[in-house]
Structure formats: structure tokens, C-alpha cells
């Protein structure tokens, strides 16, 4: 059992320290540096207005560039956007046509541009000039030169450049790409935790209740549930997940209901509002709770009738008798069968995908929409994993002591025997 603990406890360790160690190495792809210009955003138009950046000594591969407008424009959304370059030599010319028009009119008053260098390559390591010019159509202002020190890459560096240099590992492995990732997926990472956490809470009350339902001796009672259970653990939960997440919008007091709330239903976070993790909740909750409204039925069903009988005797009225002897021996019985449940629940929570909830394969595909590399679900696979391994084990764990309390001895393990036929020792026969 220790083993088995230790082995868990270095397992999410390694995983914890590669995960920490990824923007490090990634930095290993290419060096990046910012110069600055002094360039008058409302004198850009179509044919003037341009940056050009020349680079000592100019053997080099400049790869990427990017515009990055100051803070002051209060606009992320064009912060850090790629720009298409024309390179000619160590030359590269951003000019006014790589911008967008729409976003000219939010840039009025800003008379500073930032020039990103990003990802660009030397033959060798060592320090490098990078100097150049802004043009806004009547003058050329030189800029201030900068110099760019590239350091002798370590053996993470050089394994991260190995890695991106094989088509295949880049494509669905890429250091650069995941640990860009790292930070939009621990986003969806909280988000899809937050969702399975409610979602479960919901789904145990009214789990038990509808295994009460179900087990009740009148059919206007059994049925119903009955229906709702066979109805849920029969169809898909996609389908479900779209059916609740449009469909509940159009109950007559939704619109009430959300009014109601006020403050509670106007608050956002990740890029998710209330709203949308009210009905996701629900919908993962109403699929959960069949389920463990199965697994309540046969843990009770489980419990010998005697046990009932005997609390009875004792002058206890049935809710007594199930909240106090038959529930807690339940519970210790599904306990096992709960946990598994909850780990599939939260696999489940991919699925809010399809609604347009920012949760973790969300982000991983808005990623991975960007760089069209598969990268980012790689990225993702491990975020999931980080949760579901450890909760496996700590089942497998649980249902040993469980077998152990009841029964008083382990799962027998088997023995490893040679095959008789070809083995050397005499097989004793019996008399």
C-alpha cells in the first residue's frame, strides 16, 4: 500500500515538474526582443506609415513578428497580434496594410509602436544589433538600437529544438505551443472543475430521491422515475446537454427566475457567464443522477431486510431507520461505485464544448484552432489526467480496505504456477 502510494505521490510530482518546466524550455525555439518607434498612429494609411528593422550581422532567420499596441489602448484583443511581414534579407518591412482597418480608429492619440521580435534564429550564439527606422509618411525617424544576446542553449533547450525539428512530434508534441497553452488550459481546467463539483452536488440528492421513487411500492410514484431513469441512462448526453442548455430558455418562469437573481446571475468568470454554468450544471446533474439514483437502489436493495426489521423493533419510524441504519451502511457500500461515478462526470464535462462553455477541451481547441498543431489536446489530456489517476487509485485503494471490512481478508492474489505439461518437477498425484 505504501508502495503503491509512493509510486502515486512521484507520478503527479513528475507531472507537476514537467508541466513547470515547459515554458523554460521553450524558450529555447527563439530569442525574442522589443523595440520601440515613434510613429503617429493617425498619419497610418494604405500606402504610408511603416517599420523597418535590419539586423547585424545578417545571417540570421527573423521567423515572426508582432505588433504590440501600448496598454494605454485598453484592447487585448489586438495586443500581441501576428502581422504579415515582407523580409527581404536581414531586412523586414511591417507596414500599415498587415493591420486590420477596422482597429485604426481605436488607435488614435497612441504615438508609440512596439515591435516584437520573436523567434529569431542565429547561426551561433552570441550578441546581435538590431536597429531600424519608422516612416510615417513625411519623415524617417531612426530607432533606438537594441541588442539582442542570444546564450548557448542547454540539453533541455536542445531537446525542445530536436523535438520541434521532427514533423511528427511537433505536430502532436510541441513544447512551444503547449507551454503557450499551459496557461489558457488551466483556465478551462478551474472551469471544468467548477462545473463537476456543483454538477455532483446536485446529482446525489436527487440521485437518492429518485432511488426512493423507484423502489416505492405505488406505480403512480415508480413509474415516473422509472421513465426518467431509462429515458437518461439510454440516450446520449450530448443530446441531453443541448436539449437542457437551449431548451430550459424557454420554460415559462426561466425569464422570472433569472430576473430574481439579480447579482447572481450577471457575474462571469473565465470567459463564462452565470447563466451558462447554471444550465450546464443542471444538465450534467439530471444525467448524474440517474445513475446514482441505480447505484442508491442497489446499495440499499443490498442491505439484508433484517437490518430494517430489527430498527423497527427497536421503535423507530422508517425515515429513522433509513437515515440511521440502513443509509450508512449504503453509503460505506457505494462509496467505491460513487467516486467512479464522479470521475466519469468529470470526463463528461468535455461535452459542455458543444454549448460554447470555456471549459478545458474548449480552450484546447481554440488553441489548437490557432496553431493548427494537435498540440493543445495533448496539453489537455494531461490536465484530465491529472485529476482522474490519482482519484483511480484512490478507488482501487478504498475498494481493497472495503473488501477487507467485510470480509476480513484482501483480494486473494493469484499465484504464479508453471504450466504442468512442460514443467521439470514430479507432480505429485493424489492418492
Not at 59 to 75: A, H, I, K, N, Y
Request: proline share 5%.
Amino acid at each position: 500500500m505504501q508502495l503503491r502510494m509512493r509510486r502515486i505521490s512521484l507520478a503527479v510530482i513528475a507531472m507537476l515538474c514537467v508541466a513547470a518546466s515547459l515554458p523554460a524550455m521553450a524558450g529555447a525555439a527563439g530569442s525574442q526582443t522589443t523595440i520601440s518607434a515613434d510613429l503617429e498612429i493617425t498619419k497610418l494609411t494604405a500606402d504610408v506609415g511603416e517599420i523597418i528593422i535590419s539586423i547585424d550581422p545578417g545571417d540570421t532567420d527573423l521567423t515572426r513578428v508582432e505588433l504590440v499596441f501600448p496598454d494605454q489602448m485598453g484592447s487585448d484583443s489586438i495586443k500581441g497580434r501576428d502581422v504579415e511581414v515582407s523580409v527581404d534579407g536581414a531586412d523586414v518591412t511591417v507596414a500599415e496594410s498587415a493591420l486590420e482597418i477596422d482597429f485604426l480608429d481605436g488607435l488614435a492619440g497612441a504615438d508609440t509602436i512596439e515591435v516584437v521580435v520573436a523567434n529569431l534564429e542565429t547561426p551561433s550564439p552570441g550578441e546581435y544589433q538590431l536597429t531600424g527606422s519608422s516612416f510615417d509618411g513625411t519623415t524617417s525617424t531612426a530607432l533606438a538600437p537594441v541588442t539582442l544576446a542570444v546564450p548557448s542553449p542547454n540539453f533541455a533547450q536542445d531537446a525542445v529544438l530536436w523535438i520541434e525539428d521532427q514533423p511528427f512530434l511537433h505536430l502532436f508534441f510541441s513544447p512551444v505551443i503547449i507551454a503557450e497553452a499551459l496557461p489558457v488550459l488551466w483556465k478551462g481546467f478551474q472551469v471544468a472543475v467548477f462545473i463537476l463539483f456543483f454538477g455532483y452536488m446536485l446529482a446525489m440528492p436527487g440521485g437518492l430521491a429518485m432511488s426512493f421513487m423507484k423502489m416505492a411500492k405505488t406505480r403512480l410514484v415508480r413509474w415516473p422515475a422509472t421513465f426518467y431513469i431509462d429515458v437518461v441512462r439510454g440516450t446520449p448526453l450530448l443530446v441531453q446537454i443541448l436539449l437542457v442548455y437551449f431548451g430550459i430558455t424557454f420554460l415559462p418562469g426561466y425569464k422570472n427566475f433569472i430576473d430574481a437573481l439579480g447579482p447572481f446571475a450577471s457575474w462571469s468568470w473565465h470567459s463564462v457567464d452565470a447563466t451558462q454554468y447554471y444550465r450546464i450544471i443542471i444538465a450534467l446533474a439530471l444525467n448524474s443522477s440517474a445513475y446514482m439514483a441505480e447505484i442508491f437502489r442497489a446499495g440499499i436493495q443490498s442491505i439484508h431486510k433484517g437490518q430494517l426489521e430489527a430498527a423497527r423493533s427497536l421503535g423507530m419510524t422508517v425515515p429513522q431507520s433509513m437515515a440511521f441504519v440502513v443509509i450508512p451502511q449504503t453509503v460505506r457500500r457505494i462509496l467505491p461505485t460513487m467516486m467512479s461515478e464522479f470521475i466519469l462526470l468529470f470526463k463528461d464535462t468535455s461535452l459542455a464544448f458543444s454549448v460554447g462553455v470555456f471549459e478545458l477541451t474548449l480552450q484546447a481547441r481554440t488553441v489548437q484552432a490557432r496553431t493548427f498543431n494537435m498540440s493543445p489536446y495533448i496539453a489537455a489530456a494531461g490536465f484530465y489526467l491529472l485529476l482522474t489517476l490519482p482519484l483511480g487509485r484512490f478507488v482501487a485503494n478504498l475498494e481493497e480496505r472495503l473488501a477487507v471490512a467485510e470480509t476480513g481478508h484482501g483480494p486473494q492474489k493469484k499465484k504464479r504456477t508453471g504450466n504442468r505439461l512442460w514443467s521439470r518437477k514430479p507432480v505429485k498425484e493424489s492418492a
